[in-house]
């Protein structure tokens, strides 16, 4: 089988990561993401990774936790650093070689951001995890994603979450909602469907960058989305 796509990004929230768990890392969930990534890699698709930091850590709320915003970020940027060295071990251990890049420097853990560099790696068939968002407060990693994935030339952005693709209303609190199999950028911002934030989603609307939803915690759907089947929804 042929992949549809030679070069992705894939982003995943730190929710995901933790499972069952209210907190951190689920080890069952990163062992089912780094074989499901083993396995596209082996098709020889390119594979790029931006992972939220949810699961450690949240910053947007100053009211709540009395941390500025901008300080907040900057924690949650260091969550998602956490993340993407938990999923880089896990991808190691399936025996998949790997680079993690950060847009804050840590030398000591992880190679500064370089946008050639991180190209070289993806076409030596390594998977590159950008780390640390995109270095800047008052971003999230959704627009991280959007930003790299534009910045690699990636074919489109797969956004893997806990629901199998893009509703009408939220699936889980609303059991009449329909899913769509496709939909346009502009019908999004006209239903207001909250695909990624403002951002991100103008970001790649403006570049032609196509998303698809899909479930990742569905063993085998990042394969399927990569081969081009019908999963999740999307956007274009």
């Not at 936790?65 to 969550?79: F, H, K, N, S, V």
Request: aromatic share 6%; charged share 25%.
């Amino acid at each position: 089988m042929l992949p549809k796509y030679k070069r992705i990004l894939l982003k995943i929230s730190g929710e995901s990561l933790m499972g069952d768990k209210n907190f951190g890392l689920d080890s069952s969930v990163i062992a089912q993401y780094a074989n499901d990534i083993k396995q596209i890699t082996e098709m020889g698709v390119q594979v790029a990774l931006v992972i939220g930091g949810g699961n450690i850590y949240r910053g947007m709320n100053e009211a709540e936790t009395g941390i500025e915003r901008a300080q907040g970020d900057y924690m949650g940027m260091l969550a998602t650093v956490i993340n993407g060295m938990a999923v880089q071990s896990g991808l190691e251990k399936a025996g998949v070689y790997t680079r993690l890049q950060s847009a804050i420097k840590m030398e000591q853990i992880a190679e500064p951001y370089i946008r050639r560099r991180a190209i070289r790696h993806l076409e030596k068939g390594r998977v590159v995890i950008f780390g640390a968002g995109t270095g800047n407060p008052y971003f999230t990693t959704d627009t991280a994603g959007s930003l790299r994935a534009i910045e690699i030339k990636a074919d489109i952005i797969l956004k893997g979450t806990r629901v199998d693709g893009i509703y009408t209303a939220d699936p889980e609190k609303d059991p009449t909602a329909t899913k769509f199999d496709k939909i346009s950028f502009a019908e999004c911002l006209e239903k207001k469907l909250n695909v990624m934030d403002m951002t991100a989603f103008t970001l790649c609307m403006e570049n032609n960058l196509p998303i698809i939803v899909f479930n990742m915690n569905k063993q085998g759907n990042l394969m399927s989305v990569v081969t081009g089947e019908k999963v999740g929804t999307l956007v274009s």
